[in-house]
């Protein structure tokens, strides 16, 4: 199945032939433009999506004396009108704020510099491209698409309209993991041979009886290019342990949960962020223990839900050496003096982010590419989806990360997008 990206391939060279090192072209925003502002000055942004993970994105960008929150977005009433008085009661830069349940109109202002999404997952893409395309800057949760063709055209239309995109994998900002990926990166545990990234798991999605949809709620927007069910809470639930995050049809399950955040540290310090694995497994398929998805190279990576020493989230196994890293700057090397070992003048040193939000905030202003931009989004979320994919059919899928094909399957190729209901084609 070619996509427009892949069958666009020369002109994305040929665009980014004058781009930066990190391979994205230097734009000056629209309203520095549009006025006599200074990029350092105050950024407008509008919350779409206001469930628990806009939470922290609410509190951060309040407090900032450089952001306005000018709109917040969400299809729950209830949700809404507590984001505006949370962001005028915490807001330092002092101003109308607009609550509104649709996201266009957050969109649609001249004024909204960038949007921030908090949407479950199946209404990131149409999101975000709406934004780009209106000349906003973004930051989406992860992952950041739900399909691959949508992550294909998320990157593209970003690089085509030179947008400064974040997608919310903040452990590239966090110490640990940028050391656990530089240890790898020079080579100091040897050639890894196999990696485990602890998941864990989600209860199945079950039969749920019909429930009133609550006052207030737009839960056929709410619903958007996904098929119709009837409502019930157990569905729309925003909650880390389960809610919509348990169904196929909003995301894709653990995958994309907490892989979406393991999975991009593997590629990262694997030097991967321009490429990916060539074949998916689905845990179980002859006799195989794992879900696993294998590089060319022969590098495998085991999903595991739980068993990782001192409850590590990832182990890098090296020919001469390990390395285990986690949240709360946990990290743990075998020999155990790698993990203090400074680097040289001449070893590899990752793009250093300490704060993923403000390092968002500073690629707005400056226009310098973010840590985690579209591009490496993009290779984050097909090895989600991917994964997904091979579970769902019950069986391994061959993957070309060069074309970004799936290989010698044409049923397993039209799962790399979604039918979507009438009235929400991207």
């Keep these: ?44 942004v509008g919350l779409i999506g206001n469930g628990l993970i806009m939470q922290g994105h609410r509190g951060y960008l309040s407090a900032d004396e450089g952001v306005q929150v000018v709109a917040v977005c969400d299809v729950h009433k209830e949700k809404l009108d ?32 960038a949007v921030v999404i908090g949407t479950p997952d199946h209404w990131h893409a149409a999101i975000a491209l709406a934004a780009i395309r209106a000349g906003k800057d973004v930051y989406v949760e992860k992952p950041m698409t739900l399909t691959v063709l ?9 690089l085509r309209h030179g947008r400064i995109v974040q997608v919310g ?4 900002s966090e110490r640990a993991f940028r050391k656990a990926v530089e240890i790898v990166r020079n080579g100091w ?24 949809v609550p006052a207030g709620f737009d839960y056929d927007r ?13 569905r729309v639930k925003g909650d880390y342990g389960g809610g919509w995050r348990c169904f196929w049809e909003y995301g894709s399950r653990k995958n994309g949960d907490w892989g979406a955040h393991h999975f991009d540290i593997i590629q990262w310090a694997l030097d991967m962020d321009d490429s990916g694995p060539v074949e998916f497994i689905p845990k179980g398929f002859g006799g195989a223990e794992f879900q696993t998805h294998i590089y060319a190279d022969g590098t495998k990576v ?111 190729a039209r799962w790399l997008d979604r039918p979507r209901r009438a009235g929400y084609a991207l």
């Design 82 to 113: 507590k984001a505006l008085a949370e962001v005028k009661e915490k807001s330092k830069v002092k101003g109308e704020c607009q609550a509104v349940a649709e996201f266009e109109a957050v969109i649609e202002r001249a004024d909204v510099d």
């Design 302 to 412: 085991h999903r595991k839900d739980a068993g990782i020493k001192n409850d590590h989230m990832i182990h890098f196994v090296g020919e001469k050496g390990e390395v285990f890293v986690s949240r709360g700057d946990k990290l743990e090397t075998t020999p155990e003096d790698l993990a203090k070992k400074a680097l040289g003048p001449n070893d590899i040193r990752v793009y250093e982010s300490t704060n993923h939000r403000a390092n968002w905030l500073e690629g707005i202003r400056t226009r310098k590419q973010t840590i985690c931009h579209a591009g490496v989004g993009a290779r984050t979320a097909h090895i989600c989806q991917l994964s997904g994919i091979a579970e769902r059919l019950g069986r391994p899928i061959k993957w070309d990360p060069k074309k970004e094909e799936i290989i010698g399957d044409p049923a397993a």
């Design 150 to 158: 949508e992550a294909q055209l998320v990157r593209e239309a970003a």
């Design 1 to 44: 199945m070619k996509t427009p990206v892949v069958s666009r391939r020369s002109f994305l060279k040929s665009s980014a032939a004058a781009a930066s090192s990190i391979g994205f072209p230097m734009f000056i925003p629209s309203r520095v433009l549009a006025g006599p502002e200074a990029p350092s000055n105050k950024i407008n």
């Design 169 to 172: 994998t903040q452990q590239r």
């Design 222 to 234: 709410w619903l958007g290019p996904t098929p119709w069910f009837p409502y019930n809470d157990a």
């Design 189 to 212: 545990i040897g050639k890894v041979h196999t990696i485990y990234a602890k998941l864990g798991e989600f209860p199945a999605p079950g039969s749920y009886p019909e429930m009133p």
